[in-house]
């Protein structure tokens, strides 16, 4: 029983408690539920639970933020009339491990314009990725493994 | 609005019908699927169109406030949509089917139920 | 002030729309399309979804918004992918700027795949 | 529905379907068979936005929930597509090029 | 009482599920047999019923007419559920016989009795888009049953089959949907007044089109393409059930909607009706004709003699429909027993190829009179059942002054005769091609008494039907009148409903 | 589908497909959605699990045959039709239990209809699945 | 059958027994009621059989149907006995006394019937059962032949005849045969009587085989010989002759009547006559006298006069005696000799002697020799003749001409092969078994006991039929041998004399006919070509109709439905049309545009994948279309089935070849037009009124009170309608087994 799995049964409680059987009141049970997990931290030992929250929500805003000037570039070489782009197709070493990184990691960076997954070779090492802004395919390289790819890890495998 | 739609069936029966005579069966399947599309809209239609005012009855009430669309004829549409997607779905393995064990997709020539007759 | 708010994300939305749009209409070829198509586009439901939880401003509408903008983001990416991958595998031509030479992963793939000549104009 | 709301949501739907016009201009011009369906795709995408333009538009919540559906499922289509473009083009690699 | 009505649609369904969920073993069969034989108790108590109280009508779901589904039984209604139950009796136990495992563990018993379900459905609903929704059920299960077994004809005759059924089914729909469209209406007896504040024009296209839709169903000319294209290839059992009840379906909704809803513009939709009538008499009888195979030329016939009951619908007097619905009755079972009959000649015989068979009346006698019966019947010799429903009907168009159908239907009776002889002196009395002597020995025990005992029964049933017509023919007067004069099966479905 | 990116999505999306359909299908009676949408959408978790991971192993994780599913299904709506015959009730009438009903509130609603909705929901997961894992099968 | 008789002359055992016994019971249960009837009463029975259509199971014996009734049982029992050992030791001889005694019941229930429809009954029985008699020796394919072109003629007139009898009770307003016959003169002044005449001839002249329908009668000899004594001297061919007997009364004495049955009865007289002379095949030359018997027996019944009903009463039972003597003579010949061929028989008369004395009285009989009762029928005949109103000397020449004819045959058929020359080389010819020769010898006999005393039959038989021809408005005529010096004596003297000059020169004059019959269109080689045209005609018609093309069967049944809808809509005059665009929003408008464009792609491109993704933009137009207007559930149902539709047809696609290019085909392209054009001004129409919302308004009002659901559409899917949904869930079932079953039924053994 993990401390996501004890939260999840707090969040039902509530519904319990309230009688009041929808989603919001499910998701309010969930955050009263993390905040008294907070607060019995030290009885149960869950501290990894809270840390990873955090990098989950750092997770969340960087990406948005990536999200948001990406698509501006995107955008820009769509509505200037000649083609900016730079594209060509690298590939990117990959640390993270466990398929929910994988997913993570490939899709965020999918989601990011200017680049995208194409494939995972099948030792899981290598990352292959479409750029569309790939004048120096090392620095890209470099920014999505301390960018995207970290935070991932830190979300997902951090302990 | 009613008028719009009927043209556009109009239209979806039309390219269908042309599709299904085509002679190949994958055609007739995307003639069939444009059919079944176009029959479902006019029992939509026919049972007149409101726009934005789906048939639900919000809380509290026990009755729809005000006009809401015609609940009938969607839960008839709904119903005929499923039941074209079954017919679809046999239509297309019988037409795999008839790929793989008739070697052809234009029923034209496929003679092995009714042969061709030797002149005589 | 809320329905300034979302009016301002909608017509933002739709902008980005058009823009996914004409991406999709006028980038050079299909990898760079989806660029701009499966991002952009969604960008633009996002904010439209926005502009949405905004004006209704309950939390079931909020949190129905907010999920359809997780299941977009979790799938969108996937679809994405395998679009890619059916690209690079089956040898779509691909264009290419002068100013970056094919690198080796594009030689080794154009060998593996039997891609013909990638196109080289802008 | 009007005033500034009203107008944003006109110009929202304008320009949605705008972009479902222009996806399927690239539809039928293809060329190739991913084109076609990456314009499938981004349809797919502009009704989910469509959907949260109507539900605020017809103050209907209930469209959000074909939104909902279409983001979770929309892109299985896509998904069968590509896998048919890889495996078919394994059988025969110039026919899938010219689709 | 609504229960009456709901049980006949409900046993098939169940006997289907559980048949499925047996399918891997030898008790499937058994639950197959054992549900038609229940369907045919229950039938029997709904007609007795009908018979005793006149129209029954239920709600399903409690819901008032014209709001709910209304199950309605009058006495066409009953009776064609009744001879579906039997007809199902006979062609599971023929199945035993003629089902292969193969087909068994495909499901093939589960998809038989949702046939059953489909047919019975459509027989007993009383609202139009429910009849809709029974035909589909119908029409897919015929669909799996048509292509069970896989061989390439059965594919190629299927790919007909399904494409212009589909086109029928589509028409359809568009129909209900239009109608709904006019009169805002499903209910069939709400129909029949609801129809006569809409646009009478506009109905009369309307009706065309349903005409056409359930012509195709009942194989009418010229939409009959699909059943001579595809009933010889598929099992015998199914091939039996398919010539017994299918187009009859077609029959029965013709019969139903254009007495009670489209009989506005009798001198346009029932003229044009008599011309379907007489055409596709001639036409599938020359079809017949020029078929070399036993099931070929049976299929002609199913459309030839649609066109009789056609012929009663299209006239529209007492005599006339009287003749039609004695005529529906007859026909299911002669043709389906036909059918089956080709099957045991196929299995002792090897073949339904008339040139390639041979020798069965020297060896094979009580197969031989077996045959003769429904044979003769289908030729309408007296004293057989087919005689006294081409007697009615070719009455009823001579007192309606038809002569020229009149003559058209005893000529195309004449052209029956030749295709039975046909049949007759190609299979049973010339000598086998191949010099042997097919005898119904060969037959395991079993399979020697699952064919023969549903063929002896159906062709006794034929036999009992001819040389006591009276009851059939007084209840067939009966439930025409019914069918003339709604007003009871209205009064039934709506009650105190305005 | 050798993806591992689609492999390690279809983890989550298969049961989020799961659990959305359920969702959609009890809500139905109020809110759009019903055993229709629901089974549909459940159904579309098990085909993209089909095309990720193989026939076989989406047949591994449903346990059952999906056409036992479908006719159990058929079984299941038609008991709930048969229900009302307890009750003296005509074929599929609806029979309702509201848990701790008050004069207001109706409470927890359990009905027979829902037994159908979800013999409807088991229907169409389960035929869609036999159809769409024979096919994966066949080609 | 040649070389001789079957050693086994027990017979059959009991299946051979009983049959003899059943129809000797029943001869005697008629013999019975003999003085019922000479005191001219009559015996009716009647049980009602289909009251709802006034049918009755009614029976009447009187004259005429006893004279019929005691020929067919009569002979029937002395036939089943020559049978019994004709076909001794036959495996399938009990189907033939089935068949034998089934056919003789049918006749009997013929001539005994009451009700129009109950005789027609009988009427085809006798059909049947002589099709399957005739077609006995059925691996032969001559047999099976001769079988149908018998069932196809007589059947055809059949049907005419039935509807005949329709009309006919439909005028009269009764079935009853004697209750027609009691309405007196009625029917001939209806307006229908000359259809109903007209029918009603073209049933009995196909049965009795007249001239040009007399094709098949010769033919039927293909059956074995008891059945053709049995089928051509009391039966069968009769049923004709009786029918219109028993409707003499109703029906004659019109000019139409009169003339018809003259002209045919003559012409078929003289013609048949002529052809027996023809005849080499002593079966053969029997049975075309037998024609020229049912000619006269016609030509008789045309007539009203007492002496023609006393000379149609007479012949009936003179021809049937020597007719089935003579035919029963020719199968012991037969079995003896193995040949029927005039020219390869001689000599019989010593080895053979009981059947050649059979022979002869027969002979005589037939020949019209005095003390025979042939000779008071030939007399009568003339008398007959002559007491015919209008033209007496050319009816009496025609009957003098056959005569003559006649007595000629019956020195062909019964003289020469006794009693001239010697047996040829090879035969070993020896008398036939009693069984055999006791019936001719029986019917023989009784030609000449009834000739030598005629008051016998006239008691018994003839005044009683006379009656029941004319309805008691003639009397019948006296038989007798010596009926005085008068014009029938003369004339039968000029038949002796002119018919011994035929014999004489008999196998000259065979070969002048042969030559002239030879440039005569032959009906029955016509009939194969009329056969083979039908066939060929049908099969020309199917392979144009049912051609095998699914395109073609389309495209028929597009044509079926555009033209169906236009073409009312253009005969009812064009509905109200409403075109009201106002409400339509730039929205709408597009929304439409891009479904239609989805559509438009999808029948020009050759892509599949285009085709597809075509598809896919229609399904989202139409999704559009009910998101705006309101339908979210289904919606959301056409968005979930179109994504599978797309993931099927992906699937299913990565086996087929793609598509080859389109062709553009004018008429395909009209027609799809035109079934646009009548969808959308249906509907346009449709749309044009308003619709009434009686049932809407019902679920919207009851859907949460009642139903306890907000969800209108839910509801209706799960409550108000759950029988569709039901039917539907049972539609998506069976689909899926179905289509799973054809996916593994092509698999070993069924399963995978
Ligand atoms: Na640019
Ligand atoms: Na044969």
Redesign the interface.
């Known amino acids: 029983m993990n401390a996501f799995g004890l939260n999840i049964i707090l969040a039902v409680a509530w519904v319990g408690f309230t009688g009041s059987v929808s989603l919001t009141g499910l998701i309010s049970g969930f955050v009263i539920g993390y905040g008294a997990l907070w607060l019995i931290q030290p009885l149960i030992g869950t501290s990894s639970y809270f840390r990873r929250v955090t990098a989950w929500i750092k997770l969340i805003i960087m990406f948005h933020y990536e999200l948001i000037v990406s698509s501006l570039e995107v955008a820009f070489d769509i509505l200037t009339p000649r083609h900016r782009a730079r594209p060509a197709l690298i590939e990117v070493p990959l640390d993270v491990k466990t398929d929910t990184g994988i997913l993570l990691v490939t899709n965020l960076i999918s989601l990011t314009p200017g680049t995208l997954s194409i494939d995972v070779s099948e030792d899981r090492k290598t990352l292959l990725v479409h750029a569309m802004f790939a004048d120096d395919p090392d620095a890209l390289r470099k920014s999505l493994k301390d960018g995207m790819e970290r935070w991932v890890i830190d979300a997902v495998e951090g302990s | 609005m009613e008028f719009l739609f009927a043209i556009t069936i109009g239209v979806l029966v039309a390219s269908s019908v042309y599709l299904m005579l085509s002679n190949h069966l994958l055609r007739f399947i995307f003639g069939l699927v444009l059919i079944s599309n176009a029959a479902n809209l006019t029992i939509f239609v026919a049972g007149r169109l409101t726009d934005g005012a789906p048939p639900l009855i919000p809380e509290g009430a026990d009755a729809p406030l005000g006009d809401i669309a015609n609940a009938l004829p969607q839960a008839l549409v709904l119903t005929a949509i499923v039941i074209g997607f079954g017919l679809f779905a046999f239509a297309i393995v019988l037409v795999f089917r008839a790929w793989t064990s008739l070697n052809s997709l234009t029923p034209d020539d496929m003679r092995l139920a009714e042969p061709e007759e030797a002149h005589k | 002030m809320s329905e300034i708010i979302a009016g301002g994300l909608i017509i933002l939305g739709g902008v980005f729309a058009v823009i996914g749009g004409l991406g999709l209409l006028r980038m050079p070829d299909v990898l760079i399309r989806m660029h701009a198509s499966t991002k952009i586009g969604t960008l633009s439901t996002g904010l439209i979804l926005a502009g949405c939880a905004v004006v209704f401003a309950s939390p079931d509408i909020v949190i129905r918004a907010v999920a359809i903008m997780l299941f977009i983001l979790l799938t969108a990416p996937i679809g994405a992918h395998m679009m890619g991958r059916s690209v690079v595998s089956t040898g779509v031509p691909l264009w290419k700027h002068e100013d970056v030479p094919q690198n080796e992963v594009e030689q080794k793939l154009m060998e593996e795949h039997d891609v013909p000549q990638v196109s080289n104009k802008s | 529905m009007d005033?500034?709301?009203g107008?944003?949501?006109e110009?929202?739907?304008?320009?949605?379907?705008?972009?479902?016009?222009?996806?399927?201009?690239?539809?039928?011009k293809?060329p190739?068979?991913?084109?076609?369906?990456?314009?499938?795709?981004?349809?797919?995408?502009?009704?989910?936005?469509?959907?949260?333009?109507?539900?605020?538009?017809?103050a209907?919540?209930?469209?959000?929930?074909?939104?909902?559906?279409?983001?979770?499922?929309?892109?299985?289509?896509?998904?069968?597509?590509?896998?048919?473009?890889?495996?078919?083009?394994v059988?025969n690699?110039k026919?899938?090029?010219?689709? | 009482m609504s229960w009456l009505l709901a049980l006949p649609v409900v046993i098939p369904f169940l006997t289907a599920v559980f048949a499925f969920l047996t399918r891997q073993s030898p008790l499937g069969r058994w639950v197959s047999v054992g549900g038609s034989t229940v369907l045919l108790v229950a039938s029997i108590v709904l007609m007795n019923a009908v018979l005793r109280e006149g129209v029954i009508a239920g709600q399903m779901g409690q819901w008032p007419a014209p709001f709910g589904i209304t199950l309605v039984a009058d006495l066409l209604s009953a009776v064609m559920v009744l001879i579906t139950a039997i007809v199902a009796v006979a062609v599971s136990i023929y199945a035993i016989a003629d089902v292969d495992e193969g087909m068994e563990r495909l499901g093939y018993h589960a998809l038989f009795n949702m046939l059953i379900a489909g047919v019975v459905g459509a027989f007993i609903t009383g609202d139009l888009f429910n009849l809709y929704v029974w035909f589909e059920v119908m029409l897919i299960a015929s669909f799996g049953l048509l292509v069970l077994g896989g061989r390439p004809e059965q594919i190629d005759g299927g790919v007909k089959y399904v494409a212009l059924n589909l086109v029928s089914t589509i028409m359809f729909l568009t129909g209900i949907g239009l109608l709904y469209g006019m009169t805002g209406t499903l209910n069939m007896a709400d129909l029949a007044s609801a129809v006569d504040t809409a646009d009478q024009r506009l109905l009369t296209v309307i009706a065309v089109l349903f005409m056409i839709a359930f012509g195709v169903k009942a194989a009418v000319f010229p939409l009959f393409f699909w059943l001579p294209a595809s009933y010889h290839t598929p099992a015998f059992a199914v091939s039996a059930v398919f010539a017994g009840l299918l187009t009859k379906v077609g029959v029965y909704a013709l019969l139903r909607t254009f007495t009670l809803i489209f009989d506005h513009d009798t001198a346009f939709t029932h003229t044009i009706l008599l011309w379907v009538a007489g055409l596709t008499m001639v036409v599938g009888v020359l079809g017949a004709a020029a078929q070399t195979d036993m099931r070929k030329i049976l299929s002609f016939h199913i459309v030839s003699q649609i066109g009789y009951m056609i012929l009663g619908l299209a006239l529209l007097t007492p005599l006339a429909i009287l003749g039609a619905v004695f005529y529906l009755v007859h026909h299911i079972i002669v043709k389906a027993n036909l059918f089956l009959i080709a099957g045991v000649a196929q299995r002792i015989a090897g073949s339904t190829e008339l040139a390639r068979i041979g020798g069965l009346y020297k060896s094979a006698p009580f197969l031989a009179i077996l045959f003769l019966v429904p044979a003769f019947s289908l030729a309408g010799f007296p004293p057989l059942s087919g005689f006294w429903a081409k007697f009615l009907l070719v009455k009823a168009a001579l007192d309606d002054q038809g002569w020229i159908i009149a003559g058209i239907a005893l000529a195309v009776g004449l052209l029956t005769i030749y295709s039975m002889t046909k049949i007759w002196a190609q299979a049973f009395w010339e000598p086998h091609p191949d010099g042997v002597e097919p005898t119904l020995s060969t037959l395991s025990s079993r399979d020697r008494a699952a064919m023969l005992v549903p063929i002896a029964g159906l062709a006794a049933l034929t036999v009992f039907i001819g040389v006591m017509p009276d009851p059939f023919v007084e209840f067939a007067r009966a439930s025409a009148e019914q069918l003339l004069d709604p007003s009871a099966y209205i009064a039934a479905v709506l009650g105190d409903q305005p | 589908m050798n993806s591992i990116i689609l492999r390690a999505g279809t983890r989550y999306l298969a049961g989020l497909l799961l659990v959305f359909s359920i969702y959609m299908t009890l809500r139905g009676h109020n809110e759009p959605g019903g055993g229709f949408i629901g089974g549909l959408t459940g159904a579309t978790g098990f085909v993209l699990y089909a095309i990720a991971c193989g026939t076989q192993d989406a047949r591994a994780a449903l346990r059952v045959l999906p056409q036992t599913i479908a006719i159990w299904g058929l079984g299941i709506a038609l008991a709930a039709g048969l229900f009302a015959a307890l009750f003296g009730d005509a074929l599929f009438t609806g029979q309702w239990l509201f848990i701790g009903a008050t004069e207001d509130d109706k409470g927890l609603p359990l009905s027979s209809v829902l037994v159908f909705d979800i013999g409807v929901y088991l229907v169409v997961f389960g035929s869609i699945l036999t159809l769409v894992f024979a096919m994966e099968e066949e080609i | 059958m040649a070389g001789g008789f079957p050693t086994e002359t027990r017979g059959n055992g009991l299946t051979g027994t009983v049959p003899i016994l059943f129809a000797a019971a029943l001869f005697a249960y008629f013999v019975s009621m003999v003085p019922t009837i000479a005191a001219t009463d009559i015996i009716r029975v009647s049980i009602p059989w289909v009251p709802s259509l006034g049918i009755e199971f009614a029976f009447l014996v009187d004259g005429l149907s006893l004279t019929f009734s005691l020929l067919i049982s009569g002979i029937g029992t002395l036939v089943l006995l020559y049978s019994n050992t004709y076909l001794a030791g036959h495996p399938q001889y009990a189907r033939f006394a089935l068949f034998l005694t089934a056919f003789m019941v049918s006749m009997l229930g013929l001539v005994l019937a009451d009700d129009l429809i109950l005789l027609f009954v009988f009427w085809e029985l006798t059909t049947i059962t002589s099709y399957m008699l005739i077609g006995f020796s059925h691996e032969s394919k001559k047999s099976r032949r001769n079988a149908l072109q018998a069932l196809f003629v007589t059947g055809a007139g059949g049907l005419a005849f039935l509807a005949g009898l329709i009309l006919l009770a439909a005028v009269s307003g009764t079935t009853s045969i004697s209750g027609i016959i009691a309405q007196g003169d009625a029917l001939k002044e209806h307006a229908m009587y000359l259809p109903i005449l007209i029918l009603l001839l073209a049933g009995t002249f196909t049965k009795s085989a007249q001239a040009p329908f007399h094709f098949w009668l010769p033919n039927a000899m293909a059956a074995p010989t008891p059945v053709s004594a049995f089928l051509h001297s009391a039966t069968m061919v009769k049923a004709g002759i009786y029918v219109m007997a028993r409707m003499h009364p109703a029906m004659s004495g019109t000019d139409v009547w009169l003339w018809t049955l003259t002209i045919f009865g003559a012409v078929t007289a003289i013609f048949a006559s002529l052809l027996a002379l023809r005849q080499t095949d002593l079966k053969q030359a029997l049975a075309y006298t037998t024609l020229m018997a049912l000619g006269t027996l016609t030509l008789f019944l045309g007539q009203e006069s007492g002496y023609a009903m006393t000379a149609f009463a007479t012949f009936l039972v003179v021809h049937s005696l020597y007719k089935a003597s003579l035919f029963l003579v020719v199968g012991c010949i037969d079995l003896s000799t193995g040949t029927r061929e005039t020219d390869q028989l001689a000599g019989l008369g010593r080895l053979m002697p009981i059947t050649a004395v059979a022979a002869a009285l027969a002979a005589l009989s037939m020949a019209g020799f005095p003390p025979f009762l042939g000779f008071i029928g030939k007399e009568l005949k003339y008398a007959g003749a002559l007491a015919v109103a209008s033209e007496p000397v050319l009816v009496a020449g025609a009957a003098l001409l056959s005569n003559s004819l006649m007595l000629a045959v019956a020195g062909v058929v019964a003289f020469r092969p006794f009693w001239r020359g010697t047996v040829p080389s090879g035969q070993s010819p020896r008398e036939a078994p009693w069984q055999m020769w006791a019936g001719p010898i029986i019917l023989a006999s009784l030609g000449a006991l009834f000739g030598i005393y005629p008051d016998l039959l006239q008691t018994t038989l003839i005044n009683p039929t006379v009656i029941s021809l004319t309805g008691e408005v003639e009397e019948a005529k006296e038989l007798k041998l010596w009926a005085g010096f008068n014009i029938p004596l003369i004339l039968s003297i000029a038949t002796f004399v002119l018919g011994l000059l035929i014999y004489a020169r008999h196998v000259q004059l065979r070969a002048l006919l042969a030559r002239v019959f030879a440039a005569l269109p032959n009906l029955d080689n016509g009939w194969d070509g009329f056969l083979d045209g039908f066939k060929n005609f049908a099969k020309l018609q199917t392979a144009f109709v049912q051609n095998g093309k699914l395109s073609s069967y389309l495209f028929a049944t597009f044509l079926t439905i555009a033209a169906g809808i236009l073409l009312t809509l253009v005969y009812t005059g064009m509905p109200f049309i409403d075109v009201d665009l106002s409400d339509v929003e730039w929205k709408h408008a597009s929304i439409a545009l891009l479904t239609i464009s989805g559509a438009i792609l999808a029948l020009f491109t050759n892509s599949r994948i285009a085709g597809i993704a075509a598809l896919g933009v229609v399904g989202i137009g139409i999704a559009l279309i009910f998101i705006v207007f309101s339908a979210p559930d289904v919606a959301i149902t056409q968005l979930l089935v179109e994504t599978l539709i797309v993931v099927l047809v992906s699937v299913v696609m990565l086996r087929l070849p793609s598509l080859p290019k389109a062709e553009f085909r004018l008429g395909h392209a009209a027609l799809s037009v035109a079934m646009g054009v009548a969808v959308s001004l249906t509907l346009i129409a449709v749309v044009s009124s308003p619709l009434e919302l009686r049932l809407t308004d019902y679920f919207e009002a009851t859907s949460w009170p009642e139903a306890y659901g907000r969800n209108i559409v839910n509801v209706i899917l799960v409550d108000f309608r759950a029988l569709d949904t039901f039917g539907e869930i049972a539609v998506v079932v069976i689909a899926a087994l179905s289509a799973y079953a054809l996916l593994r039924t092509t698999r070993k053994g069924g399963q995978s």
């Open positions: 005033g500034f709301l107008l944003s949501l110009i929202g739907f304008l320009c949605v379907v705008g972009s479902v016009v222009l996806a399927f201009v690239r539809l039928v293809g190739s068979l991913q084109d076609r369906v990456v314009a499938l795709d981004f349809m797919t995408v502009a009704i989910v936005a469509f959907c949260g333009l109507a539900a605020v538009r017809y209907t919540p209930a469209f959000l929930d074909v939104g909902l559906v279409l983001a979770l499922v929309g892109f299985l289509a896509t998904v069968a597509l590509a896998r048919f473009a890889e495996r078919s083009t059988r690699r026919e899938s090029r010219d689709e």
